[in-house]
């Protein structure tokens, strides 16, 4: 009988035990159930498993010392711990979970003081998460002001490019987008692609063209005696200035290098010869477009661009139909007039500043066009002049190439493809005796440039613009409509069509008409 009472206190321990998978009503004493179902609890298994968190196990006896005074009742809480750990790992904590619901219910739970001293464990490990959520809210956040903040960007470059492509003026699309560019302080970014895109020269080589076959016609000098005569009945009085054959700089000439062609005449007499040279010795495969134009026969008009300079100056930006009878010829102009170094003048309109001892392209009221530095001799504002062209400095002057024209290409003749120096140039200078003389091509450097033009028997040239996309020189054949002539491209690579000035260009130019 001393067995029976001695088992008598251990009683509600035991059924505790067995009722694991069975019994859950003895909940009786609110004491013991949570004690086990605290050691039974997969937390408290993780913490064992776990090396990071070793003090959790040993929390728990040092917490139920002060509340179970009973010495063997410590001893059956430790004892079926451990065989239901090494027995069953994985059932005690689906086991041990549903006595807990009722465990908060009742008053007495002696587990509230032992589940505070788990905040590393498993409060530590359900704050985490909340830790987590709470950054990734905020990352997200940020991540959807930064798409808001670039969608904005996109649709106001993507509007602002838009209107760039579709504004009236014509021209290529990467030359309206590399106005858009510089018009939006992104020039370095253009010059930056274009020197990516930069495809050098290659030396040497042969022309892939026969010079022979790009039209005109050869006239006989009228400068000799044998000639006067025939000249002077066949043109009635105007005897015409032909320019005599500038050879090849690049060695000896090929067939119909160098030798003027006759391509537009006024009233039967010849005003715009042209004639083709290979530049250079070493670029034996480029050549240059040259065209002289007689003033005797011709006028000379400054026409504005829609957004270099613009409008409000009083002239067409076009050459529109209705208004193109008598049209000989069209180029381009220079530099963006912020770049140019100088100021465009028109009507009595000013964009920048007229610079004295710029390089300019003066034009009068009579038609006529001259070249030179501003502010000296007769280039000066009057009543006969009508328009101003500035763009850079002088590079032939009194027939001779200054030093300083292949000195700092870069800075002084323009930002070129990537600071290259063989790229697509203009340029236009005047003779002795009047003759307007215009020069572009591909491969050119500032100082090849210069050369062709005093060849050609400039006095006095400038540069004009750079780069192909702003490259053309066009001249204009009846062909049995003179209400509408034909446009025709002088070099054939050039990257503008033909009738770029049928239509409102961008950029200013200039427009050739017979007397």
């Not at 139909?321 to 912020?338: D, Y």
């Not at 066009?369 to 280039?379: C, D, K, S, T």
Request: net charge neutral; glycine share 10%.
């Amino acid at each position: 009988m001393a067995r029976p009472e001695a088992a008598a206190p251990s009683e509600p321990s035991e059924p505790s035990v067995q009722s694991e998978p069975s019994e859950p009503p003895p909940q009786s004493e609110p004491s013991e159930p949570p004690q086990q179902s605290e050691l039974l609890e997969p937390p408290q298994q993780s913490e064992l498993l776990e090396p990071s968190e070793p003090s959790e196990p040993s929390a728990p006896p040092e917490q139920s010392e002060p509340l179970q005074p009973s010495a063997p009742e410590q001893s059956e809480q430790s004892e079926p711990p451990e065989q239901s750990e090494l027995l069953e790992p994985s059932a005690p904590p689906e086991q041990s979970e549903p006595p807990q619901p009722s465990a908060p219910s009742e008053p007495p739970q002696p587990s509230a003081p032992s589940e505070p001293p788990q905040p590393s464990g498993r409060a530590g490990r359900a704050g985490r998460p909340r830790h987590r959520s709470v950054r990734q809210r905020r990352r997200q956040i940020v991540l959807r002001v930064l798409l808001a903040l670039v969608t904005t960007f996109v649709l106001i470059v993507g509007w602002s490019v838009d209107q760039a492509m579709t504004a009236p003026g014509g021209g290529t699309f990467s030359e309206r987008i590399a106005e858009w560019a510089r018009n939006h302080d992104l020039g370095a970014l253009v010059t930056f692609g274009e020197w990516l895109t930069y495809d050098p020269p290659r030396l040497g080589g042969k022309l892939n063209t026969n010079l022979n076959k790009l039209g005109g016609t050869v006239l006989l000098s009228c400068h000799k005696d044998k000639h006067q005569a025939r000249c002077k009945k066949h043109y009635h009085g105007i005897r015409p200035i032909i320019p005599a054959n500038i050879g090849s700089p690049a060695g000896k000439p090929l067939p119909g290098e160098g030798v003027w062609k006759v391509a537009v005449s006024v009233k039967g007499v010849p005003a715009v010869f042209k004639t083709y040279v290979r530049e250079s010795k070493t670029l034996t495969s480029y050549y240059a477009g040259i065209v002289s134009m007689d003033q005797r026969l011709l006028k000379f008009y400054l026409r504005p661009g829609t957004e270099d300079p613009g409008y409000g100056f009083g002239a067409p930006m076009d050459i529109a139909p209705g208004h193109r009878r008598g049209l000989v010829a069209t180029f381009n102009s220079g530099f963006r007039i912020a770049s140019a170094e100088g100021g465009f003048y028109l009507n009595g309109h000013h964009d920048g500043t007229l610079i004295k001892g710029a390089a300019s392209e003066v034009y009068y009221r009579d038609g006529r066009l001259a070249i030179g530095r501003w502010g000296y001799g007769p280039l000066h504002l009057g009543p006969d002049v009508v328009g101003v062209r500035q763009n850079l400095k002088l590079i032939v002057m009194n027939g001779k190439v200054p030093a300083s024209v292949n000195q700092d290409v870069e800075s002084n003749w323009g930002a070129t493809l990537g600071g290259a120096y063989y790229v697509w140039r203009s340029g236009i200078g005047i003779t002795k005796d009047g003759r307007i003389i215009f020069v572009y091509g591909p491969a050119l450097d500032a100082q090849t440039l210069a050369d062709l033009l005093k060849r050609a028997g400039c006095w006095t040239a400038m540069e004009l613009d750079i780069n192909p996309d702003w490259m053309s020189f066009m001249y204009y054949l009846p062909d049995g409509h003179p209400a509408n002539p034909t446009p025709h491209n002088l070099l054939s690579s050039q990257i503008q069509p033909a009738d770029r000035y049928y239509y409102l260009s961008n950029r200013d130019f200039t427009a050739v008409f017979a007397r």
